[in-house]
């Protein structure tokens, strides 16, 4: 297809369309006319400057960016709109109705319009997962056809997706069954069992900034090395200097809790204010704003304890906080600023109240007269109310008679109802039973309330008027306030999540992660960092994948720790990937691109498919997707159909994965896939230790060399069970003979590859000496050793 309008090699040639949710969620789907191909990404929008996306637009150069119109959308939804508006021309920007952004009409025209079915997407399974950028997908094309008159030929275009440049890519399963955000089985549990996965154990973030970026990071962690140990160096800081650490968080805590979502909040220039009288829908526009301008003045007055603290600060990420934030003159001259506007003793308040009196005296005395007429108007009504209560506790014996204030209702009464004992005077109305207390209110009250609000109304508008300079400036450049909320949800997340879970764990529990590009993924005495809490004796095991051994198979029989151990891996590497230190005395990790995990979690209602189909689908999918740098983590693959065709897929899935350089982890109840690593030296068998003692399994949660040896543990479930001597004593016979047979064929099979498997051990010690940090001694002498043993063949 042509661009008429694009003219020579090098202009833009590229459609954009981009739309995002509340969860700061984004979809892209960029189309480039020139090479009929679309490109679409998904991904979680970890800062309030949407550097992801502005990293996209710079790559795709787009002459036309396709938006939703912000009108009717709440703020959380037109961040990606006000970045057009800013960085590029306004005849770029194209805005089109919400209904053209169709997730569903989005999926039906690539899976039409493709040439080749975008495996990446896995569009029957993964559909809803990806409904942004469909979306996005749905609007671009619309607007292609309309626009250019042309029709997108069926199964013409390239359809690629990228996921996010920056970050690991985790699908939606995935998530699912590590129980990242949510445990599996709520339902079952209830929510006491909240506490079970990995988000809810680091939630201990103090703003709601901090723990959006936390779910953020654990959904999609990070893939660049320096900036992990960017975080790892200032978590290393943290923890050897606790003066660093509490001063931090104290500094922190300084900071009112929904600040990110304030100093964002000066991005969107609301319609200007008039003096004409405000409508109610308005007065709570400038209460707003005007406490957003509290909130700012908190904060920035919270600095200066910030820079004290970060003053000495050795690692980049905090030194470089430091000189960003605390040397930046911009905030001490907008603190100024303020200051000559706003009254010196204005805090944030959360209490309704308090809040409210706050924002009406925030601007200083004697800068508006009318303001001032408002306020004292505000006050005569205030007091008359507390007046009223004063006298009706006497007039009616009513000590205990209260005045609260929320927000819907303005001020009215509580009294103890024992105090009441059933017959409260006429005079008061709207009565409701609120626990102990009964709520109320009388004539009078609701007059007072009516002037007390009309007061505060006034006031809110007079401050708004007198604030709009001070605004405007403010709003002249807003990159601070955008870096400060993106700083503080860091900190936040680093100090009162990450640090802090590792400070309340025993010394040396967590330890910090090192990175390889493309070295083993080795970790020594791993633990589940969820279960570890529930379980105080916790048995931590081992990991070590490589490019020569880069498939493990676990054995064991069932409750033996397998699925425990699969998402223990992952979730270390996850933690890793974000920067946090992880549950093991070690760990060497190979930066992981893709995470994908098929573990059994029985049928897939929702897209009524039977517990083979979804087990075939997830695997299709993965199978499409892995990377040479993938994490695939495989449970009981295979068991969901007959034994001879389970052992066949599962059999043949090793084998496609065994010839990638991704590294696997399979845990199976399958015996025969014991001598996938007598023919494979890069498979390694493990299992996890199960004794038998007075006919019982004794779990040790131990994970072993070698293929497991539980003898005939089926067999003796069998029989506690309840099945007869008899019966159990033919089917011993059957399956000794079956395993004696076994047993021969496999002998003769590991002598015939027992050559091979030498060479292996080499190439994998190699490995392990190429990425080792020991001395040229050490390593010399090392390889001398390997020498010897290869030439007596003592290495397997
Ligand atoms: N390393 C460990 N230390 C202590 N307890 C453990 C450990 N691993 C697992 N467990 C306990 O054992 C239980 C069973 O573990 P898990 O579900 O991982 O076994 P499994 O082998 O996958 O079983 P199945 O094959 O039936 O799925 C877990 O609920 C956990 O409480």
Request: aromatic share 8%.
């Amino acid at each position: 297809m042509e661009d008429d309008e694009g003219g020579g090699v090098g202009a833009a040639s590229t459609v954009v369309g981009l739309i995002e949710n509340r969860a700061k969620e984004v979809g892209v789907a960029a189309f480039d006319l020139r090479s009929a191909s679309l490109h679409l990404s998904q991904y979680i929008e970890t800062s309030c400057s949407y550097q992801n996306t502005k990293t996209l637009l710079h790559f795709y150069d787009p002459m036309v960016i396709i938006v939703p119109p912000v009108k009717l959308a709440p703020d959380g939804m037109v961040g990606v709109s006000e970045l057009v508006d800013k960085y590029y021309t306004s005849n770029k920007k194209i805005t089109m109705s919400r209904g053209c952004f169709d997730d569903t009409k989005g999926a039906v025209l690539v899976n039409n319009l493709a040439a080749k079915k975008p495996s990446a997407l896995g569009l029957d399974t993964y559909y809803k997962q990806y409904y942004l950028c469909l979306a996005a997908a749905a609007a671009t094309i619309k607007w292609i056809e309309a626009e250019k008159g042309v029709i997108v030929t069926n199964h013409s275009l390239t359809v690629t997706f990228n996921g996010s440049f920056d970050h690991m890519n985790i699908d939606a399963t995935s998530v699912r069954n590590l129980e990242i955000i949510d445990p599996l089985h709520i339902e079952l549990w209830g929510s006491s069992n909240k506490k079970r996965s990995l988000f809810h154990m680091l939630k201990t973030t103090k703003t709601i900034g901090g723990t959006r970026l936390l779910r953020a990071n654990l959904l999609q962690p990070l893939k660049d090395i320096n900036t992990i140990n960017a975080r790892l160096d200032c978590l290393d800081e943290l923890m050897c200097n606790e003066e660093l650490f509490f001063g931090l968080s104290q500094g922190l805590r300084k900071f009112p809790k929904e600040t990110d979502k304030v100093l964002c909040h000066f991005c969107f220039k609301p319609k200007k204010v008039t003096d004409v009288v405000l409508k109610p829908a308005n007065g709570r526009k400038s209460q707003t704003l005007i406490s957003s301008i509290i909130i700012l003045k908190t904060a920035l007055d919270a600095l200066p304890f910030l820079s004290k603290v970060l003053k000495d600060a050795k690692s980049f990420l905090l030194c470089n906080i430091y000189r960003s934030i605390c040397e930046n003159p911009k905030y001490e001259e907008m603190r100024k600023r303020i200051a000559g506007v706003i009254d010196e003793d204005v805090v944030h308040a959360r209490v309704p109240f308090l809040a409210y009196t706050q924002q009406c005296f925030a601007v200083k005395a004697g800068v508006d007269g009318l303001l001032d007429v408002a306020r004292r108007s505000f006050c005569d009504t205030s007091e008359a109310i507390h007046n009223l209560a004063n006298k009706y506790r006497e007039e009616y014996k009513l000590p205990n008679l209260k005045i609260p204030f929320n927000n819907r209702q303005g001020f009215y009464f509580s009294i103890p109802q024992k105090d009441v004992n059933g017959k409260l005077p006429g005079k008061f109305i709207q009565v409701m039973k609120h626990g102990k207390n009964i709520h109320c209110s009388t004539f009078e009250l609701a007059s007072l309330n009516v002037r007390n609000k009309s007061a505060a109304a006034e006031c809110f508008m007079r401050t708004e008027i007198c604030l709009e300079a001070l605004l405007e400036v403010i709003r002249e450049d807003i990159s601070p306030l955008t870096l400060l909320a993106e700083v503080l949800c860091l900190l936040d997340m680093i100090v009162n999540s990450f640090a802090h879970t590792i400070s309340t764990k025993p010394v040396d529990r967590y330890t910090r992660p090192e990175f390889t590009d493309n070295g083993p993924m080795a970790i020594d005495a791993g633990r589940h960092p969820v279960l570890e809490s529930l379980h105080s004796d916790f048995v931590p095991n081992n990991l070590f994948l490589s490019d020569a051994s880069n498939m493990i198979v676990v054995m064991g029989p069932n409750m033996s720790g397998k699925s425990t151990y699969l998402q223990q891996v992952c979730l270390i590497v996850l933690l890793a990937q974000t920067g946090c230190y992880v549950p093991a005395r070690f760990a060497s990790l190979r930066v992981v691109d893709r995470m994908f995990t098929r573990i059994g979690t029985g049928d897939n209602v929702e897209y009524n498919s039977s517990t083979f189909m979804t087990e075939m689908r997830e695997t299709a999918f993965l199978m499409q997707n892995i990377s040479p740098k993938s994490l695939i983590v495989m449970d009981e693959l295979g068991r969901a159909t007959s034994s001879s065709d389970g052992f066949a897929i599962a059999w043949s899935c090793c084998e496609h994965l065994l010839s990638l350089k991704a590294y696997t982890i399979f845990a199976t109840h399958i015996e025969g896939l014991t001598e996938l690593a007598t023919i494979y030296p890069n498979v390694k068998m493990l299992h996890f230790e199960v004794d038998l003692r007075n006919n019982r399994l004794d779990f040790k949660f131990h994970l072993k060399d070698g293929p497991r040896y539980v003898p005939h543990y089926g067999l003796l479930l069998a029989g506690v069970a309840g099945l007869p001597s008899s019966v159990i004593e033919t089917a011993k016979n059957i399956t000794k003979q079956i395993m004696d047979k076994e047993e021969k064929r496999i002998d003769s099979n590991c002598e015939q590859y027992r050559e091979i498997q030498m060479v292996y051990h080499v190439a994998q010690r190699l490995f392990c000496l190429k990425y080792s940090n020991q001395s040229e001694l050490d390593i010399r002498q090392a390889l001398q050793t390997l020498k010897d043993h290869y030439k007596e063949g003592r290495l397997i």
